[in-house]
């Protein structure tokens, strides 16, 4: 039966690597992820002829683990059929850190049951404790992840989370979390009160890290966790010799850990400036004052200057996923087609409050995959734009990150926005974005702001093509 099983978790580790795969194209991103699932699933049954369970059996552990997969799936079925489009990245953070903590609990598991005299080998032991501190990190960082993108009232200011010494007092929580790790590991200390402390101490290092980050740079920090947590699952994988769990864990740590490199690559910062800094300390001094003055435009005067238009660039951004515009700009496009005008959509990296947050977005409203372009692949076409149009984004248009070296946001790559012809901001208001300074090309001669809800704004717009015939 054990080579059974270890062939099933093979296969297993198959399908996730192929559903992997298909994950990395939009045409085929759905299949991947039903592939994935298949392979959790059959995962999950397989578990329950292991022989580690069998040797034993425990009926009532078998209702305990059916009730706990029934209410699981249930919770997780129900939360997302109803969960927004714009609260999948609190989703994803609070999933994620169910992940990391259930490696920890696996952990806690092993090191508190009854060991007799035959104590596991040490370096068991060190994975034992290593995916216990990790999980735990990032359990509780993501459950202030969670917090931070629902904007629950308790975590809407992050400047009340940044004290001097801050980091001091986190290196300290974080090697004595550390030290106890390794005198459970290394001197069989497997006494409940010493455990729960270094649990403790790892749980409060991973709210203390996550606490002062920005809104901005949370798309980097729930990678982070993400990587964290496939690392905690594997590492637990090889305490139990279960292969799909090393496995998975590993697909999962490896993935998280490319897209944590790649999105602080697109801000131009390093993953310890993003996670020991923040976005008021990152410029040599205060940014240079914006010149000019805010020039609105009533939303059938849009629309005029893009039917007009050989070319619109569209630039969805994180207001647009609020309002959830995304279909009445589509409708938009669409007749904008129609008149022979050339539409294209343009995504910064790191748009939006999640990797790929406006890609998803776009593809709910069916706007098809050829017409969506990365930043890399359309900056250069902004100047043969005669309308850009940007909806909701602030920060990754903000000129300043090109010639103001006092911005906090000086160095990070931007969509060329200002390039364009003519711009169109649709805004709610006259807020500043994340980085809390204002956007010089709202201020720009060539940009007009529209301001409302996006939505609206678009009917309106939509309505004003109509009326031109």
């Known amino acids: 039966m054990g080579y059974l099983i270890e062939t099933v978790y093979f296969l297993t580790a198959a399908v996730f690597i192929l559903g992997l795969k298909r994950m990395s194209h939009p045409t085929t991103a759905r299949s991947g992820i039903v592939w994935a699932g298949y392979g959790m699933v059959l995962a999950t049954l397989v578990s329950f002829f292991h022989p580690q369970i069998t040797a034993n059996i425990i009926p009532t552990n078998y209702v305990l683990m059916l009730v706990a997969i029934a209410i699981g799936g249930a919770i997780a079925w129900y939360g997302a059929k109803k969960v927004p489009m714009t609260a999948m990245p609190q989703m994803i953070a609070i999933y994620n850190g169910m992940g990391g903590g259930a490696a920890a609990a696996i952990a806690a598991v092993e090191l508190l049951k009854d060991h007799g005299d035959k104590l596991p080998q040490p370096h068991i032991l060190i994975m034992a404790v290593a995916g216990a501190l990790i999980g735990a990190v990032a359990f509780s960082g993501s459950v202030v992840a969670f917090g931070k993108l629902q904007e629950l009232k308790f975590f809407k200011d992050d400047a009340k989370f940044r004290f001097e010494g801050q980091q001091k007092i986190n290196a300290a929580i974080f090697g004595a979390a550390v030290l106890l790790g390794l005198i459970i590991a290394l001197g069989h200390v497997f006494g409940g009160p010493v455990i729960t402390v270094f649990f403790l101490l790892a749980l409060a290092f991973g709210a203390m890290m996550a606490l002062p980050i920005g809104g901005a740079d949370m798309p980097v920090v729930i990678s982070l966790f993400n990587a964290f947590t496939g690392l905690a699952v594997a590492l637990e994988g090889f305490v139990l010799g279960n292969s799909a769990m090393i496995i998975a864990g590993i697909i999962v740590g490896s993935s998280g850990t490319l897209l944590t490199l790649m999105m602080a690559k697109a801000m ?136 103001d070296k006092s911005s906090p946001i000086y160095g990070m790559p931007i969509l060329n926005v200002d390039h364009a012809k003519n711009v169109q901001v649709i805004k709610r208001g006259k807020g500043v974005g994340f980085a809390g300074i204002e956007n010089a090309l709202f201020f720009a001669d060539n940009t007009r702001m529209v301001y409302g809800d996006a939505q609206k704004v678009a009917a309106g717009m939509i309505q004003g093509i109509k009326d031109l015939g």
Not at 277 to 304: C, F, R
Not at 345 to 351: D, E, G, R, T
Not at 356 to 365: D, K, P, R
Not at 371 to 392: H, K, Q, R, Y
């Open 268 to 403: 131009n910062r390093s993953v310890s400036n993003v996670l020991f800094s923040n976005w008021a300390a990152l410029g040599s001094g205060e940014a240079q004052e914006v010149t000019g003055s805010l020039k609105p435009m009533e939303p059938p005067d849009a629309a005029i200057q893009m039917a007009y238009a050989s070319k619109v660039i569209i630039v969805p951004g994180y207001g647009m996923a609020v309002a959830q515009a995304q279909h009445k700009i589509w409708e938009m496009c669409k007749l904008l087609m129609e008149r022979d005008v050339v539409v294209k959509f343009a995504i910064h990296p790191v748009a939006g409050r999640m990797p790929g947050h406006m890609n998803v977005l776009l593809a709910e409203a069916g706007v098809p995959y050829d017409l969506i372009f990365d930043m890399d692949e359309i900056n250069e076409e902004f100047s043969t734009a005669d309308v850009a149009l940007v909806i909701g984004a602030n920060d990754v248009v903000n000129p300043a990150a090109r010639t």
